[in-house]
């Protein structure tokens, strides 16, 4: 049992519940906020644990509420929807509408093993963002679980609707901290057309963002992703790619639009990168070729954690200001002595910084934490934000009130008192 709660006590964090409820349904959900709520006893809702800043990680003394278990999909095709439990992974949702010639857009880089609950929980978004929106430009229906256990159900299959307050839109990004997700019905769109995707190495992460800002002034691209020079090494280093270990940055870039169109954009992308002073680039519309890109970026993650400790920044600024952003980034870097390796959603101007130091060494792991820190406050002052989709957890929210200012950090504990009067909803995160 010891072990067992160990298990569910983090996703990043630390602490350990007293107990964990690894719910079937919507009513041993309720049973147990009830309980919970009767006693006064804190509770943290958990998806799959993948998330990087600490959103589902468990209080000393509280329970944690696995929905692993509720993985119940159900398309219709009809409505182009597919109604789906929180413990299913995006993966699963997406073959299962896939069966059906139908596609659910949001693809965060753990596609194949986050879930749609802690999706929803931080309206996650992905590498086909820049074009198709993130997690809550999907979302038609919710089921919630409120703190004092009672079920409410948000929305439906209509695409359209207006009535009342948008309390649907409230929830997601909540982190569990106003109620536990139990369902939702997500909005489908057909498949994805094959595309073409191109390809430009540089020689500074700088002019790889100036080719992204004149790219989003003139196409719009399905994907328009950046990884640093420390990422593609750190992804070579852990499982070959073919990726030039010499180059400062590698933009991936795809354009989905039907017919000639496709070419079009390509060959506008291309120039816009030939502009900026690309040092090579190449296109192709050959899938397993484009994929080997693309799942160099997906896995900088994981190639990244294997070199020591690291600190998941997730920040986000106007994509103009991207050049400026990864040049703070930069700077910091330097300054504070520790490796930065930077991959990003580049098209939204969302990027991720990845701290790398060595965990057994305090100084190494205090210059990390101080760069954190500043990264967030780069981001804060270039108007951006301190995550654009990890969510603020409990490893940002020391960052919150500075980006929120005072009158909107009340009016969110004002919402989060209203529906959590006696706080026992994942407290400690977010606010």
């Not at 006893?41 to 468990?58: D, E, I, K, Q």
């Not at 030039?244 to 496709?262: K, N, V």
């Not at 997906?298 to 991207?322: K, S, T």
């Not at 205090?366 to 002052?381: H, P, T």
């Amino acid at each position: 049992m010891e072990k067992y709660r160990e298990d569910f006590a983090r996703d990043g964090s630390a602490g350990k519940p007293i107990a964990v409820v690894r719910a079937e349904d919507a009513a041993q959900v309720q049973h147990a906020v009830r309980w919970a709520a009767e006693h006064r006893v804190p509770v943290v809702p958990r998806g799959a644990g993948t998330g990087l800043s600490g959103g589902s990680s468990a209080v000393d003394g509280g329970i944690t509420i696995s929905l692993d278990r509720m993985r119940a999909i159900e398309i219709d095709p009809a409505c182009q929807v597919a109604i789906v439990e929180p413990g299913a992974l995006n993966i699963e949702v997406k073959r299962a509408a896939a069966e059906l010639g139908l596609w659910y857009p949001p693809d965060p880089s753990s596609y194949e093993i986050c879930s749609i609950g802690g999706n929803l929980a931080t309206n996650a978004g992905g590498l086909c963002c820049v074009k198709y929106g993130v997690t809550t430009d999907y979302v038609l229906g919710m089921d919630v679980v409120l703190a004092d256990g009672s079920l409410v159900r948000l929305g439906g299959k209509q695409i359209k609707d207006v009535a009342g307050l948008s309390l649907l839109k409230l929830f997601i990004g909540s982190e569990g901290t106003l109620g536990v997700i139990t369902r939702a019905i997500l909005r489908l769109i057909p498949a994805q057309t094959a595309g073409a995707t191109l390809v430009a190495s540089f020689a500074t992460m700088k002019a790889a963002s100036e080719a992204v800002v004149a790219i989003r002034s003139t196409v719009r691209a399905s994907m328009l992703e950046l990884m640093d020079s420390t990422s593609i090494n750190a992804v070579e280093d852990w499982r070959s790619h073919g990726l030039d270990r010499t180059i400062g940055a590698l933009l991936i870039a795809q354009s989905d639009a039907p017919g000639e169109a496709c070419g079009a954009e390509i060959a506008t992308m291309l120039a816009c990168c030939e502009e900026a002073g690309a040092l090579e680039a190449f296109t192709t519309t050959e899938a397993d070729e484009a994929e080997l890109f693309v799942s160099a970026r997906r896995n900088a993650f994981h190639a990244l954690e294997a070199r020591g400790g690291v600190l998941f920044e997730d920040v986000g600024v106007p994509v103009p200001l991207l050049p400026d952003l990864v040049d703070g980034v930069a700077t910091i870097a330097t300054r504070a002595g520790v490796e930065i390796a930077v991959v990003a959603h580049a098209g939204d101007g969302n990027t991720h910084p990845i701290i790398v130091y060595d965990a057994t060494d305090p100084d190494s792991e205090a210059r990390a934490r101080s760069a954190f820190d500043e990264v967030m406050a780069l981001a804060i002052s270039l108007g951006g934000t301190i995550t654009g989709e990890h969510g603020v957890g409990r490893a940002k929210k020391g960052a919150l009130p500075a980006q929120l200012g005072p009158d909107v950090l009340a009016l969110t504990r004002r919402v989060k008192d209203a529906l959590d009067p006696l706080g026992i909803l994942n407290p400690g995160a977010v606010l």
